[in-house]
């Protein structure tokens, strides 16, 4: 198991950069998939990206490629999500979430597939 802080959430200006961190704890990180999630009020937690346990191969949803991206540290324990030209539409609470030796293919993840979350952090991006 692994314990998993998420930290960096604020409100910004659509258009607007934020970079979110996840520090993690426990068993070794780097046997660890590591995701993020989202969840807007009302709304079902969905994927937003993931980053296999190497830092090899990652993954993006439809709605922040191009604008996101997720990077790790494995010698610091540490997993970010730098996203850039920020919409309204990313408001949510954000999640760091981890599956062990997940491996990121085409497919992408489901949230059942990680075992260990944060306690979110909340993005709020004004129009």
């Known amino acids: 198991q692994v314990r998993l802080v998420e930290s960096g959430g604020e409100l910004v200006q659509a258009g607007g950069s934020l970079k979110l961190s996840c520090a993690a704890s426990?068993?070794?990180?780097?046997?660890?998939?590591m995701g993020w999630f989202r969840q807007a009020p009302g709304k079902e937690r969905e994927f937003v990206a993931a980053?296999?346990?190497?830092?090899?191969?990652?993954i993006y949803s439809d709605s922040v490629k191009g604008r996101f991206t997720i990077s790790r540290n494995n010698a610091k324990d540490m997993v970010y999500l730098q996203m850039n030209s920020l919409k309204p539409e990313d408001t949510a609470v954000y999640y760091c979430?981890?599956?062990?030796?997940?491996?990121?293919?085409?497919?992408?993840?489901?949230?059942?597939?990680?075992?260990?979350w944060g306690q979110g952090t909340q993005v709020t991006v004004s129009s």
């Open positions: 980053i296999q346990w190497s830092g090899g191969s990652s």
């Open positions: 979430a981890a599956a062990w030796y997940l491996p990121i293919g085409s497919h992408i993840p489901s949230k059942d597939d990680f075992g260990d």
């Open positions: 426990g068993r070794a990180f780097n046997k660890y998939t």
